[in-house]
């Protein structure tokens, strides 16, 4: 089954106790990216990658790190986690081969930094 | 600027009637258009997408989008509601083109509650 897989689905860490929320696609798409949702504020991108090795900021890159040196695998790396940094985080990824082809989501993973 | 905008936050209705949930954008262009649903617990998952043609598009789980260049929308429709369809709803457009980013703008979502 043709999928995105995000882990852990929750977390809830202390302020700066670095931690990584993994992510993996099984569909061969060149294009991931991680997005955070938040109440009245909507979906905003953190970063995206078009390729192996080729990595670049969203709207709101602060805070997070990420990399990609496997094609499947894209992890979301918070060095020094802080509260405005509790959230909802996505990954999604995409098949660039055609035009605007749609977003595959994961299913989310809700991550609470006291 | 390019934008969309659900209206509705929040909406009620009722199992078995019929749903419209609206989009409005702001686009310089010719836009691609989706709607993506988010049940609880889960990612958001196409519903349906809109490129070019047909300006009525049928999508999954019974919906299906009207777009309407002249009011600048792209409102979602169900004829009938299922308990199921409680989840919330957002309205995408795009391309946004940033350097090799090519990404969508997003609404805020329309939450959707079915009362049996």
């Known amino acids: 089954e043709a999928q995105v897989t995000q882990n852990p689905r929750y977390l809830i860490t202390v302020t700066g106790k670095k931690l990584t929320v993994t992510c993996s696609q099984n569909?061969?798409?060149?294009?991931m990216s991680w997005y955070r949702q938040d109440p009245g504020l909507g979906l905003r991108q953190i970063y995206y990658?078009?390729?192996?090795?080729?990595?670049d900021k969203g709207d709101v890159p602060e805070g997070y790190k990420v990399s990609r040196k496997e094609k499947r695998n894209f992890p979301l790396i918070l060095e020094s986690p802080s509260p405005n940094q509790t959230s909802l985080y996505f990954c999604?990824?995409?098949?660039?081969?055609?035009?605007?082809?749609?977003?595959?989501f994961g299913n989310g993973t809700r991550l609470t930094v006291t | 600027a390019q934008s969309v905008t659900q209206p509705d936050i929040h909406i009620t209705v009722s199992e078995g009637a019929s749903l419209e949930l609206r989009c409005n954008y702001s686009?310089?262009?010719?836009?691609?258009l989706f709607w993506y649903v988010q049940s609880p617990g889960q990612g958001l998952q196409l519903l349906l997408k809109?490129?070019?043609?047909d300006t009525l598009v049928q999508g999954i789980k019974g919906f299906e989008a009207e777009f309407k260049r002249s009011q600048s929308s792209f409102n979602l429709r169900k004829p009938s509601v299922h308990w199921s369809d409680a989840a919330e709803y957002f309205c995408?457009?795009?391309?946004?083109?940033?350097?090799?980013?090519?990404?969508?703008?997003w609404g805020l979502g329309t939450s959707l509650a079915v009362n049996p």
């Open positions: 999604a990824s995409r098949d660039t081969s055609t035009y605007n082809s749609p977003l595959h």
């Open positions: 569909m061969n798409h060149e294009y």
């Open positions: 990658s078009m390729n192996v090795e080729v990595t």
């Open positions: 686009y310089g262009a010719t836009p691609y």
């Open positions: 809109y490129f070019s043609g």
């Open positions: 995408a457009v795009g391309p946004v083109s940033t350097g090799n980013n090519r990404k969508l703008i």
